[in-house]
């Protein structure tokens, strides 16, 4: 059988860092941020680049434009993601002083009850399965368990998931994974986004009053608790905003991106059987996972002055890429960076996987817990697990989305055991 991988970005990223650190394309108009130095420079330095203004430049604004005076423009005001200071180091603060875990980084930050939790969701959706022999994976496992994990996390009911997943997946992220190519964008998902905005405001406003009547230990109680011992400072549309952050982090396809493209790693490099004999591999290859395949392996910022990076002059108003991709191959950085290598010293080298400095993802404490579980579990409960054999002649194709600001297989069949 062979196995046909289409729409595979990973080895244009290579060919990018083979042009060097930085590099300046005339034909896009941008620069090309390729070294990992630089990319921390770059992406970490929030006096000298904006976050906001790269993604407006890169047809943000004209989506704005579509969206003004809509439920979308209000809300999208609070959108981490697309925010400087002020206004992001504002949500942010509240956003830290609300997650249920003490710290954002580090193997400290995975405190056991939340650890138990992700177990529980884990084991539950493995065992779904468990009389089946094949599989879609992405269906069953890579899709519903980082939504799940986020809802655990934020205290929200896990039977809502079928509305949430409507309202964010089917809804409000088919715009905003778009949001810089708005030009293929139908008026009918902006409605669609529009009204799933409205509805998921009215079903935070009742749970948050449920919260405050009953609070727990989860992050919703926690920032309505902040609320009321700081008032004035934070309003009740401000709370939604932080804790949809939080719910489209979740919901988003790069937590999804990280389970379903570990799987093919492991079972394509031959090395899935190596953590089915030694669980101690699993933390080690997660990061191998988040360092040679980064879901989200491009972002974009705008000089707001004249830097030198990596010997190059970036003139204020300039465009710059950074290849996350390319970056964490760096071999300045990691010896042979451009193979899978699960046994990788160190314990950190997925960092830019979740941006820099300031910018980096509040939540990735949470998304490298779940991994660690997700794959400790896989390898123990699926020791067989298999990608379809087909016959002789004939061959299989596995398909990435074809996106560059995701990168996101389509499917992953599965055979669970040789029976």
């Known amino acids: 059988m062979v196995l046909r991988i289409e729409n595979d970005p990973y080895p244009g990223f290579d060919q990018q860092l083979d042009h060097g650190p930085v590099t300046w394309s005339p034909e896009a108009g941008l620069w090309f941020i390729t070294g990992y130095e630089e990319a921390v420079a770059v992406g970490s330095d929030i006096q000298r680049f904006s976050v906001r203004h790269g993604y407006r430049d890169a047809k943000g604004e004209r989506f704005l434009q579509r969206i003004e005076g809509q439920p979308l423009q209000k809300w999208s005001d609070g959108l981490l993601r ?89 809804g409000i992220l088919i715009v905003f994974r778009n949001a810089t190519d708005c030009d293929f964008l139908s008026d009918e998902s902006i409605d669609r986004a529009n ?39 934070i309003s009740d549309y401000q709370v939604f905003q932080v804790v949809t952050n939080h719910l489209l982090g979740g919901f988003h396809e790069s937590s999804m991106a990280l389970l379903a493209d ?35 392996p491009i972002t974009l910022r705008k000089a707001k002055e004249d830097v030198l990076v990596g010997g190059q002059t970036i003139k204020r108003g300039d465009l710059c890429l950074v290849n996350v991709g390319a970056a964490q191959r760096d071999p300045r950085k990691f010896k042979n960076g451009r193979v899978f290598d699960i046994r990788r010293p160190g314990e950190s080298n997925g960092d830019l996987t979740f941006g820099w400095g300031p910018h980096q993802c509040t939540g990735r404490p949470q998304i490298r817990m779940l991994a660690n579980v997700f794959f400790e579990t896989l390898t123990r409960s699926y020791p067989q697990l298999r990608i379809p054999e087909w016959p002789e002649g004939c061959y299989m194709r596995l398909r990435y989305q074809p996106r560059q600001d995701i990168v996101l297989l389509e499917s992953l069949p599965l055979v669970l055991s040789n029976s």
């Open 262 to 296: 570990g799987i093919h790693l492991l079972l394509s490099t031959n090395t899935y059987q190596d953590l089915v004999a030694d669980a101690s591999l699993v933390q080690g290859a997660v990061e191998e996972m988040l360092r040679f395949h980064p879901y989200a």
């Open 82 to 170: 697309f925010s400087d200071p002020p206004n992001w180091s504002t949500y942010r603060s509240w956003h830290e002083a609300s997650v249920p875990y003490r710290a954002l980084s580090g193997p400290e930050s995975r405190p056991q009850a939340l650890r138990d939790q992700f177990q529980a969701l884990v084991s539950t959706q493995l065992e779904r399965v468990r009389n089946l022999t094949s599989i879609e994976a992405m269906r069953e496992w890579c899709q519903p368990l980082p939504c799940l994990a986020t809802m655990s996390v934020l205290g929200m009911p896990l039977e809502d998931f079928p509305r949430l997943r409507e309202w964010v997946l089917n």
């Open 195 to 233: 009204r799933a905005i409205v509805e998921l405001e009215q079903y935070c406003s009742e749970l948050f009053a449920r919260k405050k009547s009953a609070p727990g230990d989860d992050f919703i109680s926690r920032l309505l608790d902040h609320q009321s011992r700081n008032p004035g400072t």
